[in-house]
């Protein structure tokens, strides 16, 4: 069963508005949460965290929610900008138990101009 | 440079021949681990390791094997591969939990 998901595949945003892209979790036990980006044939990039004593981070751009309830995260960035085009990926887990890392199928946002 | 270097980059190889994907970091971090990469199943952990010598399995450990002999390096196992090991490869590394630096991956294609 899949315990992180990003229903969203796909998302196209234009230039200077806001992309929000979000990420359901079905485990209660986890407790911290991680986004990364992806471009093709590169690494992923660590973008920003969030352990669940907090519903909100921000890195510039890069603002992540989290609605603990709900069990959804969201991250929000603004503006976005071309070079934002890539696949986010979401990832949890339940550190005070485990350094296991789950992440979720990814979303790929296009910016375009 | 601050970086994680895996090595091949590309392989390809058969059922049942052992095969190691090294990886190096050369940033003195203490977290180290792996992950595999398939169409419509995004990221998924292999094997992770807090520190030398101690290791621990992820979400996908079965058919892997893994060793933190040394702190900069954490190489992958493969002792038996087959066809559906074939897949995109990533080593990452970290101050702290929680990867941060990826290496640039290993495509392994296994007939």
């Known amino acids: 069963d899949q315990q992180v998901k990003q229903n969203s595949p796909s998302l196209s945003v234009q230039e200077g508005r806001i992309s929000i892209l979000n990420c359901d979790y079905t485990?209660?036990?986890?407790?911290?949460f991680l986004w990364y980006k992806k471009y093709p044939a590169e690494g992923p990039t660590f973008l920003i965290s969030i352990s669940s004593i907090k519903d909100k981070n921000e890195d510039g751009r890069f603002t992540v929610f989290l609605n603990k309830s709900a069990k959804h995260l969201s991250l929000h960035i603004v503006p976005s900008q071309p070079g934002d085009s890539a696949v986010y990926f979401c990832a949890a887990s339940a550190k005070r138990n485990t350094d296991k890392l789950i992440f979720g199928t990814g979303t790929r946002l296009q910016v375009f101009p | 440079e601050a970086q994680v270097t895996q090595n091949p980059r590309y392989l390809i190889t058969v059922t049942g021949k052992k095969l190691t994907v090294t990886c190096s970091q050369n940033?003195?971090?203490?977290?180290m681990s792996w992950y595999r990469q398939d169409p419509g199943l995004g990221l998924r952990q292999i094997y992770y390791s807090m520190n030398v010598e101690v290791t621990d399995k992820g979400d996908v450990p079965e058919g892997y094997k893994v060793s933190r002999k040394e702190k900069r390096n954490f190489p992958l196992i493969l002792e038996s591969p087959s066809p559906n090991q074939t897949s995109l490869y990533f080593c990452?590394?970290?101050?702290?939990?929680?990867?941060?630096?990826f290496g640039d991956g290993t495509r392994l294609s296994i007939l």
């Open positions: 485990n209660s036990m986890f407790d911290y």
């Open positions: 940033m003195n971090h203490e977290y």
């Open positions: 990452a590394s970290s101050l702290s939990w929680g990867p941060q630096h």
